[in-house]
């Protein structure tokens, strides 16, 4: 989150907004009060640049209490008027400005940035003997040192702006708002982020929509798994494939062979000469030798199979009817049965 713009400045106390504040009772503030007599102001209340108290209440009270009629303090100059509106508007009844969760959420995250930044200058003054070291290490006597992005300073912006120490729903709903603007992320996640805080305005519950922008980000960002391993092939793995890469050539050499014969077959009108059968089973002599039974029988799917039967069973019916016409020829040596 960027660090909010400051200026110093003097202002009439009668200049300086104060409204209803979440922190009513101010405490003693007589170690204060003794504190900036001795060494003066050595931590300015923080204002917006339209006179609106930020921080430093106790302070402001106490140098009104010396008799001041105006202050050091220190202007946050890019303070949002949304957020010094806020502050202005709470009053006893305890109005707050109609503002969306999604407002709510940006109007905490500046002003959880202001506190922050408070804390931590105070923090930095009572390390060098200032006002927090002589009141006792109270933090500059306004409020204890930061507790970091879990702290006081979450707690109170989000006092400030809800009326209650909702942190989570609001850190949450920053959280989505920082998807929508991070141009790293997919654009599919990113509107589906921008889907989420209209649902979210329109009354939706902040934690499961919140989760699941959360897991659209994990999953667009995700490292894949490295692939597996590649196992080196053995010398008879790759004989066997080979074997069978070759057995799958031939299968399929053979259909070629007898698609095309049927085809020429069909286009035939005329009768062939006898001697071409001869020549055509001439270059089929020998081949079951190239086959092993049982992997025709693994790998040959049913209706092959049977397409492969139905031819042989045409085969043998027609050898069969050339035998029988042999025999009615008679005898001649040259026209022995097949």
């Not at 170690?31 to 209440?57: H, K, Q, W």
Request: aromatic share 4%.
């Amino acid at each position: 989150m960027p660090e909010h713009a400051y200026s110093p400045a003097v202002l009439p106390i009668t200049a300086i907004t104060v409204g209803h504040r979440y922190r009513r009772d101010l405490g003693d503030l007589s170690g204060l009060i003794s504190s900036i007599r001795g060494i003066g102001l050595l931590n300015p209340p923080v204002v917006s640049s339209d006179g609106v108290l930020l921080c430093g209440a106790r302070r402001l009270a106490a140098v009104q209490q010396l008799g001041w009629s105006q202050v050091e303090v220190r202007v946050a100059t890019d303070a949002s008027g949304t957020l010094t509106a806020v502050l202005a508007e709470q009053h006893e009844n305890e109005l707050r400005l109609d503002l969306s969760p999604v407002e709510q959420a940006t109007l905490y995250a500046e002003l959880k940035e202001v506190y922050a930044e408070d804390a931590r200058r105070r923090q930095e003054s009572s390390r060098f003997g200032g006002a927090g070291v002589l009141e006792g290490g109270d933090g500059g006597g306004d409020s204890p040192p930061p507790w970091g992005e879990s702290g006081k300073s979450r707690d109170k912006a989000a006092l400030a702006v809800t009326g209650k120490e909702s942190y989570k729903r609001l850190d949450q709903i920053t959280k989505v708002q920082a998807v929508v603007d991070d141009p790293e992320l997919p654009l599919t996640v990113r509107r589906l982020a921008e889907e989420i805080l209209d649902e979210i305005n329109a009354g939706g519950s902040v934690d499961p929509l919140y989760r699941k922008v959360m897991t659209a980000v994990q999953l667009a960002t995700a490292t894949p798994p490295a692939p597996p391993a590649r196992k080196e092939a053995s010398e008879e793995e790759i004989a066997e494939l080979s074997r069978q890469a070759l057995a799958t050539a031939q299968a399929r050499r053979a259909e070629e062979i007898q698609a095309a014969a049927a085809r020429r077959l069909a286009a035939s009108t005329a009768v062939r000469n006898p001697m071409t059968v001869v020549l055509t089973w001439k270059p089929f002599e020998g081949w079951p030798r190239h086959y092993d039974v049982e992997q025709v029988a693994r790998s040959v799917p049913q209706k092959d199979w049977e397409f492969v039967c139905r031819v042989h069973e045409d085969i043998d019916r027609w050898i069969d009817a050339v035998n029988e016409a042999r025999a009615a020829l008679g005898g001649d040596e040259t026209t022995e049965a097949v």
